[in-house]
């Protein structure tokens, strides 16, 4: 949720053909049979058949970098905190301070274990007084609903899995917000030109209540569009029909991996994990120590990672060969010892030379550094690089 944990995907998707018979142990999204419409290939995704692609990877890259896509995240988790103690319980539950921030405000945020690792990296909203609205990634929404839920003991709050009963539509790119103004029957609490970065606003979709955030994971302006299941299909296509005049494609989650990696955007499973600290994810200022209070993970935060612990840096290189996630880093082109691991990469389709995340040895950290990635048995140079590797023009 890394970012749009509002939509945040839990790993890198495979090929999978489309129309396939799902088990009888998967999930479908609730948009399953407009994407089987549509033609998509599917992935299992942390047990749901999600679509992979439509068309293919690069055109819905170029769709979101240049006009937008519409993506299907409903296999996202939905959890629910009510009551009067909910700001407090939440600043106890999670690293950061959520009692401050204010109605329909959106804050990254992430749920540490006592030893300081990471569960899960979230997007709160907070949607009343005393509601919030915690989005978890898909593959850790049971693992985040029982540590929510074993936090909540001593507090006065109710914390309520809705993730059946709720579907999550984004529409990414450049003409998102002009899609969504022209979108028939979608009526906005409010002015979408005036919606600032990590904030909501209330709606209604024919007679359907939606919650309209602007948080993305694809490094573009964009808007996550939260409903309830009965009425998503009509607002897939709705958004569909009003966005077919701006060039919006629907975008599978092969092209929003390689979005969120060209934005520098941590996923869980890959950059992040449970065995991780937040500050080698780069992820330090998250983790709110000066909040006044006690939380879970926070003795461990205090003393932080080892010295000689590897810390998450940007790669670049030239030519067409990308690393992938696992290839190892080395020091030289003959060392004998890999001193660091890629945790995602790709040939770059905006900027075109092959980009990746990496955990180094700190002494590899440096910008400017050079390093070399074993590539299937070829140790392609690379340059360590500040993240993001892409930012778009605002």
Same mark, same amino acid.
Do not use: C, N
């Given at each position: 949720m890394t970012p749009d944990t509002a939509a945040h995907p839990s790993d890198q998707p495979t090929d999978a053909p489309s129309n396939t018979v799902p088990a009888s142990d998967e999930r479908f999204s609730p948009l399953h049979q407009a994407h089987v419409d549509a *033609?998509?290939?599917?992935?299992?995704?942390?047990?749901?058949? %999600?679509?992979?692609? @439509?068309?293919?990877?690069?055109?819905e890259h170029h769709a979101?970098?240049?006009?937008? /896509?519409?993506?299907d995240l409903s296999h996202m988790a939905e959890i629910t905190v009510s009551g009067p103690d909910a700001g407090a319980f939440l600043d106890y539950a999670l690293a950061g301070k959520l009692s401050a921030i204010d109605l329909l405000q959106a804050k990254y945020s992430l749920i540490l274990n006592a030893a300081g690792g990471i569960i899960d990296d979230i997007v709160v909203y907070r949607t009343n007084a005393e509601d919030y609205l915690v989005v978890a990634n898909a593959g850790n929404r049971f693992p985040a609903f029982e540590a929510l839920s074993d936090?909540?003991?001593?507090?006065?709050?109710?914390?309520? $899995?809705?993730?059946? $009963? =709720?579907?999550?539509?984004a529409v990414q790119g450049p003409v998102s917000r002009a899609i969504l103004e022209a979108t028939a029957g979608l009526t906005v609490d409010g002015d979408l030109s005036e919606l600032k970065y990590y904030r909501a606003l209330g709606?209604?979709?024919?007679?359907?209540?939606?919650?309209?955030?602007? +948080?993305?994971?694809? *490094? #573009? $302006?964009?808007?996550?569009?939260?409903? $309830?299941?009965?009425?998503?299909?009509?607002?897939?296509d709705a958004l569909r029909a009003a966005g077919e005049p701006f060039g919006l494609v629907p975008a599978g989650l092969a092209s929003r991996d390689t979005l969120r990696l060209e934005a520098g955007m941590p996923l869980y499973g890959h950059e992040l994990?449970?065995?991780g600290y937040p500050a080698q994810a780069g992820l330090g200022r998250v983790v709110n120590l000066a909040k006044g209070t006690d939380f879970i993970g926070r003795?461990?935060?205090?003393?932080?990672?080892?010295?000689?612990?590897?810390?998450?840096? /940007?790669?670049?290189?030239?030519?067409?060969?990308? /690393?992938?996630?696992?290839?190892? =880093?080395?020091?030289?082109?003959?060392?004998?010892?890999? #001193?660091? =691991?890629?945790?995602?990469?790709?040939?770059?389709? +905006?900027?075109?030379?092959?980009?990746? %995340?990496? @955990?180094?040895?700190p002494s590899l950290a440096r910008p400017g550094t050079e390093v070399f990635v074993d590539v299937r048995g070829t140790r392609i140079p690379a340059t360590v690089t500040p993240l993001p590797f892409y930012k778009r023009q605002k």
């Open positions: *033609g998509a290939s599917f992935t299992d995704f942390a047990g749901w058949q %999600m679509p992979v692609r @439509y068309s293919s990877d690069l055109a979101v970098r240049t006009k937008a /896509g519409i993506f936090r909540a003991a001593r507090f006065d709050v109710t914390v309520t $899995d809705q993730s059946d $009963d =709720v579907a999550l539509v709606g209604t979709f024919q007679d359907s209540d939606v919650l309209i955030a602007r +948080t993305g994971y694809t *490094g #573009e $302006d964009g808007f996550e569009l939260y409903i $309830d299941v009965p009425a998503a299909l009509a607002l897939w994990s449970v065995t003795a461990a935060s205090e003393e932080g990672p080892p010295a000689d612990a590897a810390v998450l840096v /940007g790669l670049v290189a030239a030519g067409k060969r990308a /690393g992938r996630a696992d290839y190892p =880093v080395f020091r030289s082109a003959d060392a004998p010892v890999a #001193e660091g =691991v890629i945790t995602s990469g790709a040939l770059s389709p +905006t900027l075109g030379h092959p980009i990746a %995340m990496a @955990y180094v040895a």
